[in-house]
């Protein structure tokens, strides 16, 4: 076959026959989505310049020659479930009589929080999936989604999202999973497979190296190197595809030293199918393949873009057809694109629709579900367990839990009493309630506020908001510090109000210059905690904010050395869904420990970034470089209402470079109330050839114990989890020593050292202390060699490590 000719996906002879009856405009039909109600919804980049018009056209003009998807038809504006599912069946009913060849379309909706619908119940967000450490729990969450998504016909789902973390001051970080490739792609694929488990196709976002735009601007260029993408961005999405047998795949919007995604068939044909061997459907991001005119000015026009991103591997221009529809065909006409190229994407998407049963001569004949129920208690519970596990307590010195005989509690705060607050920037109450701001929000999503009420019921609970998110109005601040003082506690509720495009604090396309909290909430902190009323502070926020001077005095001016300007405890929510005020009630008045950890570092400052957990020596503090990346709170860390300690690692000696090793350390609860424990295993190459982290995480295991409980956990770690991409760029796991530890995070082993300097010598209680909290439980470094040839990973090799718990 001559090389501008594409080799033909296989496909069954269905599909193949339906091909051969197709006119190049049913083909092009096929390869585009179209937006039944978008017009004045801000739920896309660019929305309002680049929407197609329809005006004057009827839907079956539009899609007389078919239509390939169509896009969000639940979540673009609020409309009545089971209404809008009747006119669903009955337009699929219509496409499949009064088009020519009877193809009904995909239904494509955003599922990120939790399906985006009216009435649909809304999950924790992405960050908060990580901080559970809990695949499995994660995967209950995914089912339960793709449930009410089939439910509904719908057909894929936009999520989940599989960027990793690299720079806290992006928008975007609400919707990623971790800093760590291991975490995000083993909660990510436990995702993918819930979801597709209910007979709805995952997409994974955004191939590939979206994250590590510049300075943290959304879709700004990536300047990364190909070790850094094939070793940091790539892992989840070879997890997902070759573990979790995906679907669908949507390309970034960034470029990657120059190239835009959409335009590169090195990532999207040579690197996504020919080495991962992924057999699904890519999709564009939305407007994607327009904006390598518009926005990367690397073609003239939409033919030119449509071309470009059709020979990159984009099979499906999402959300309408800008440039797959005529552009693409007077390009084809015209003799500049072979059509061999259009007939391999519409295989793929044939090939799709018969996999959903959409090609089935009985699809649609049943009738819509009259009732639907989007949040039922199943959703209610999967809701509540993942918020709870997500919760994570930085920093506690006797804060909580609150005390069983307080009789006035203040709560206070911007977030205290808002449920959007609980809610991150995919969620269908912040995506697009907020244009329709009288609407009411169709489910029951008790605030912090009134989940301390409902949990306190002899207590007098004294509300204030004290400031708003944003804006510099203090205005509220005496009244807030009227309620505080007396209390015998005050909860001060702060963060971040999710939304899109300059509409909120984080969440799509609003990036920060600072980590600072924003408006004026540091300041309303420090008036409570000045009032001498123990203050527990409660962030909800879709990214970690540099909180020093919360935790540990660090910032906070004069007299930060006596305790007195800090909060007498720390509680992290990373938007936590409509049952996580419950979930933080049973936090703070101790009906639950907090049982979560960070997946993401908490940073020092915002010019300490970019910074990840996963550097080499000099990528952290040393004593070449005046500044200080140290974060605040390492990777991984979270504390209890007890305390856990680690005893008896035991290491094979060795193991082959292609082979397995086992790890097994004895967990103990030292304290009186029953906790979990997220155990983590962590690794260090000794002498590589290349640089590489002075922490790796290879495996980790939430572990339940009553009080004084011990359990042994044995991780069966493949030698594969010490690979890397070596000087010649082929990813290998070379012989070697290497250490490996556990730890109660991704410092724990180096800050048991510094505590035990620390609380040796001359310094304050207040160091003592934070050295202390800081440290954790952290085993001996044991050595292990890695034996035999230097081996090169190949897609046979396993990528997870399993965990026995005895």
């Known amino acids: 076959m001559p090389a501008d000719i594409p080799a033909y996906p296989v496909a069954s002879e269905r599909v193949t026959a339906l091909l051969a009856q197709m006119t190049l405009e049913e083909k092009a039909a096929q390869l585009v989505g179209y937006w039944l109600d978008q017009g004045g919804e801000l739920v896309a980049p660019m929305a309002d310049e680049m929407g197609s018009s329809k005006e004057g056209r009827s839907l079956a003009d539009i899609t007389k020659d078919g239509i390939g998807h169509y896009t969000r038809v639940y979540g673009t504006r609020p409309v009545e479930p089971a209404e809008r599912a009747a006119w669903l069946w009955n337009e699929q009913r219509r496409l499949k009589r009064e088009t020519r060849l009877g193809i009904p379309a995909l239904v494509h909706e955003e599922c990120l929080t939790g399906l985006a619908a009216w009435k649909a119940a809304t999950f924790p967000t992405p960050l908060g999936w990580g901080a559970s450490f809990d695949p499995a729990l994660v995967a209950e969450m995914g089912e339960a989604i793709g449930e009410s998504m089939r439910a509904l016909g719908i057909h894929q789902g936009l999520a989940p999202v599989l960027d990793v973390i690299r720079d806290p001051r992006w928008g975007r970080v609400d919707e990623c999973i971790g800093e760590d490739p291991y975490l995000v792609g083993t909660v990510g694929t436990a995702y993918v497979k819930g979801l597709q488990s209910a007979g709805v196709h995952a997409t994974l976002k955004h191939f590939l190296g979206y994250s590590n735009s ?34 669908s795949v949507m390309n970034s919007y960034a470029e990657i030293d120059g190239v835009p995604v959409a ?117 209610r519970d999967v809701a509540r367990r993942l918020a709870a596990e997500s919760l994570v307590l930085l920093s506690n010195e006797g804060g909580l839990p609150l005390a069983a005989d307080a009789r006035r509690i203040a709560v206070i705060g911007p977030n205290a009493d808002r449920s959007a607050a609980l809610q991150g920037c995919y969620s269908f109450a912040n995506h697009v309630l907020a244009s329709h701001p009288d609407h009411e929000i169709g489910f029951e999503i008790p605030t912090v506020r009134e989940a301390l009420e409902t949990a306190l019921p002899q207590a007098e609970i004294v509300y204030a908001a004290g400031c708003a998110v944003e804006g510099d109005d203090r205005s509220g601040f005496d009244e807030a510090v009227a309620a505080a003082t007396g209390a015998d506690a005050a909860i001060v509720v702060v963060g971040d109000q999710a939304g899109l495009f300059g509409r909120g604090t984080v969440g799509e396309g609003n ?66 869904g409509e049952e996580g005020g419950p979930a933080i009630a049973d936090v703070l008045t101790g009906r639950q420990a907090p049982s979560g950890r960070l997946p993401v570092t908490l940073p020092r400052s915002a010019g300490a970034q970019p910074y990840t957990y996963l550097h080499p020596i000099l990528g952290g503090p040393s004593d070449v470089t005046s500044t200080d990346s140290t974060p605040v709170r390492p990777f991984g860390f979270g504390l209890s209402y007890t305390e856990f300690a680690y005893d008896d690692l035991v290491v094979d000696a060795q193991a082959p470079t292609g082979g397995r090793f086992t790890a097994s350390v004895t967990v103990t609860n030292t304290g009186a109330v029953a906790g979990t424990d997220v155990v983590q295993l962590y690794g260090h190459d000794v002498a590589a050839s290349v640089t590489r982290p002075v922490a790796l995480l290879l495996g980790y295991a939430r572990v339940e114990l009553a009080p004084g409980q011990s359990r042994r956990v044995t991780f069966d770690v493949p030698a594969q989890r010490f690979a890397f991409t070596d000087r010649s760029l082929v990813r290998v796991v070379e012989p070697g020593d290497v250490e490996v530890w556990v730890g109660a995070h991704a410092e724990a082993s180096a800050r048991v050292a510094e505590a035990e300097d620390t609380t040796g010598g001359a310094i304050s209680n207040q160091k003592a202390r934070g050295a202390r909290q800081l440290a954790g439980a952290a085993t001996a470094r044991a050595t292990l060699t890695l034996t035999g040839d230097v081996h090169v990973v190949s897609g046979d090799d396993p990528r997870t490590v399993d965990v026995a718990i005895g």
């Open 214 to 247: 510049r300075a943290g601007r959304n879709h700004a260029p990536v300047h990364a190197g190909p070790r850094e993408v094939a070793d940091v961005f790539l892992p989840p999405f070879e997890m997902a595809i070759r573990d979790g047998d995906v679907r």
């Open 263 to 379: 335009s590169d068939p090195e990532v999207l044909t040579t690197l996504l199918r020919e080495r991962l061997g992924f057999d699904g459907v890519v999709v564009a991001d939305y407007f994607s393949v327009a904006f390598l005119e518009v926005m990367h000015a690397i073609v003239a026009d939409r033919g030119a873009a449509a071309a470009l991103a059709l020979k990159a591997g984009i099979d499906v221009e999402l959300p309408s057809g800008d440039a797959y529809l005529a552009p693409l065909v007077e390009r084809v006409r015209a003799g500049e694109l072979e059509e061999a190229y259009v007939d391999r994407a519409v295989l793929r998407v044939l090939t799709q629709k018969e996999q959903l049963g959409l090609l089935d001569p009985d699809v649609f004949e049943d009738e819509p579900p009259a009732e639907i129920d989007l949040d039922t208690p199943r959703h």
């Open 511 to 576: 990036d920060v210059e600072s980590l600072d909290l924003p408006g004026v909430q540091r300041e309303l902190v420090e008036r409570l905690v000045a009032t001498g009323t123990p203050v527990v502070m409660v962030l909800l926020t879709g990214r970690p904010y540099a909180i020093g001077w919360a935790l540990d005095g660090e910032g906070s001016g004069e007299g930060s050395g006596d305790g007195a300007t800090r909060p007498a405890a720390v509680l992290q929510a990373f938007f936590p």
